[in-house]
């Protein structure tokens, strides 16, 4: 009998991808309650003027700033990767949050609009923050359900969105230098 291959559409892929995780982690926290506590670490080096180059994990990606922000534009922007990991955080959400609800989601696009005043980055108004003063989050959902049914899901990932927790909540930093002898 020849080997019957089973093609899985995106949605059905999706939908076993997220019950495998789901029940996976299900399971380890359950028998290693401490498994549930992760760390995750990210490294940066400069490079050309206040461009940085990346490595998180196995990826690696570089940042900079325009020009105007004394950037070569190289790559995207600090604050256009914090805004990228934002919606890219809410898509990961919906997508669980709706397989777990049972709610049908066909698509899912999301927008962020942060507006950032650059008088505080510079330090020329100290009364004005240096990050982002709001972000505006714009979600489209494609599917068959009801308005009500998508609020629920909204709801269930301001609630559980790890980035969006991190904007929306403080979170404390400590900060240390080691000074090192220039080459």
Same mark, same amino acid.
């Given at each position: 009998m020849p080997n019957a291959t089973t093609t899985l559409s995106v949605a059905e892929d999706r939908?076993?991808?997220?019950?495998?995780?789901?029940?996976?982690?299900?399971?380890?926290?359950?028998?290693?309650p401490h498994s549930?506590?992760?760390?995750?670490? $990210?490294?940066?080096?400069?490079?050309?003027?206040?461009a940085t180059?990346?490595?998180?994990?196995?990826?690696?990606?570089?940042?900079?700033?325009?020009?105007?922000?004394?950037g070569s534009d190289v790559a995207a922007s600090p604050v256009e990767y914090a805004l990228a990991a934002l919606v890219s955080c809410q898509v990961v959400v919906y997508r669980l949050y709706a397989q777990n609800l049972g709610i049908q $989601? +066909? +698509? $899912?696009?999301?927008?962020?609009d942060g507006q950032l005043d650059v008088r505080g980055?510079?330090?020329i108004d100290t009364s004005i923050r240096p990050?982002?003063?709001?972000? +505006?989050?714009?979600?489209?959902?494609?599917?068959?359900?009801?308005?009500?049914?998508?609020?629920?899901?909204?709801?269930?990932? +301001?609630?559980?969105c790890p980035v969006l927790d991190l904007f929306a909540n403080p979170?404390?930093?400590?900060?240390? $230098?080691?000074v090192t002898e220039a080459n």
């Open positions: 939908a076993q991808r997220l019950q495998e995780a789901g029940a996976g982690w299900g399971e380890r926290i359950s028998a290693a549930a506590q992760l760390t995750f670490s $990210v490294q940066g080096e400069g490079f050309d003027s206040v180059n990346i490595r998180a994990g196995k990826h690696t990606f570089s940042v900079d700033e325009p020009a105007a922000l004394g $989601v +066909d +698509d $899912v696009q999301i927008t962020a980055l510079f330090g990050g982002f003063s709001s972000i +505006d989050l714009k979600v489209q959902i494609a599917g068959p359900e009801s308005a009500e049914r998508y609020e629920e899901l909204r709801q269930a990932v +301001d609630a559980h979170v404390p930093v400590t900060t240390s $230098v080691q």
